[in-house]
Each structure stands twice: as structure tokens, then as C-alpha cells.
């Protein structure tokens, strides 16, 4: 699927900014919150971690995230794909991730008997995994825009035109 707006009013290339910036400042948010606040911050897969360690995994995903998010805004300014590519690629292996942490997390509430905080997390968790999930469509769209300008213009595949003749 492939979409030829952002939002039924913006371009693929204005929603692909947006997309990369607010994923910078999500991040930096995140970031903020993780060395500042008094929570217990957990893995899905490993709970024996000691905290420090956790936060520290959490910042370093929050720092890659970031300059993934960055890449995206300078190849979009510089139509370049290759840029693009992680926040395209690691980009649909953090939606299937979340809506995993959404589900288990949801499960886990159910499971202990807090269903108020269940059904929340279930909710909000799910339409930010729609919203999420929109955006990479939006970056992806354009992603295969641009890919598809460059197939059709006489540009080689590294941005300069072909200079040879055919005898």
C-alpha cells in the first residue's frame, strides 16, 4: 500500500520531516524522563537486569533512535534513499515490537487483576500503534516515490546523470 498524501492535506515529504522530527523529540522526552523520574523500568525478556543497566539500554535504543531519525530529515532534504533506509527498515521492526510490549504489557495487568489498567494500556497502546504505523507508512510512501523518480529520470543510481554514449 502506498499513500499519495500525509493526512489527506500535507505532502509524503512534509509528513516524512515531521515523522523524523518527532521522533527526535520523543526521544530526547524519553531520555529526559528515564534519568530523571523514580520508575521501575522493565524488559519483557529479561527481568533480573539491575536498573542502571536497563536505563542504559533504554538510552542507548533513545540515542540510535535519534540519529536513525536524523539520516531520515537529511536524506528527505537531500532526496537520498539510502539514508532513508534504517528508519524504513528498523522503522516496521519497532511497530511489530511495540504492538508485541503493548499486548504482553495489557496481559500482564489482566493477568494480575488490574483490568482498569489493562483495558488503558490495551487502548492507548493500540491507537499509538496505528498512529506509529501510519507514519511509517507516510516515510515509506515517499521512500518508494523517491525511488521510483530516480528509476525514471536519466540519473544513475548514485545522483549523477549518465555520461556515456552508445556507439
Not at 489493562?118 to 498512529?131: D, N
Request: glycine content about 6%.
Amino acid at each position: 500500500m502506498q499513500l499519495a498524501t500525509c493526512c489527506r492535506c500535507y505532502s509524503l515529504k512534509a509528513g516524512t520531516i515531521f515523522t523524523g522530527v518527532l521522533g527526535i523529540i520523543l526521544s530526547i522526552i524519553s531520555l529526559i524522563m528515564i534519568f530523571t523520574l523514580n520508575v521501575e523500568w522493565k524488559t519483557i525478556l529479561i527481568d533480573v537486569l539491575d536498573q542502571s543497566i536497563v536505563k542504559i539500554i533504554f538510552a542507548i535504543n533513545l540515542c540510535m533512535t535519534i540519529l536513525i531519525s536524523t539520516l531520515l530529515i537529511v536524506g528527505v532534504i537531500k532526496r537520498n534513499t539510502f539514508m532513508m533506509v534504517p528508519w524504513v527498515v528498523l522503522g516496521i521492526i519497532l511497530a511489530i515490537g511495540l504492538l508485541v510490549s503493548v499486548l504482553y504489557t495489557s496481559i500482564m495487568f489482566f493477568v494480575n487483576h488490574e483490568v482498569i489498567n489493562g483495558v488503558l494500556w490495551l487502548v492507548v497502546g493500540l491507537l499509538t500503534v496505528v498512529i506509529y504505523t501510519y507514519l511509517w507508512l507516510v516515510v515509506y510512501s515517499y521512500f518508494q516515490q523517491l525511488r521510483y523518480d530516480k528509476m525514471n529520470s536519466r540519473m544513475g543510481p548514485y545522483g549523477r546523470p549518465y555520461n556515456y554514449r552508445r556507439p
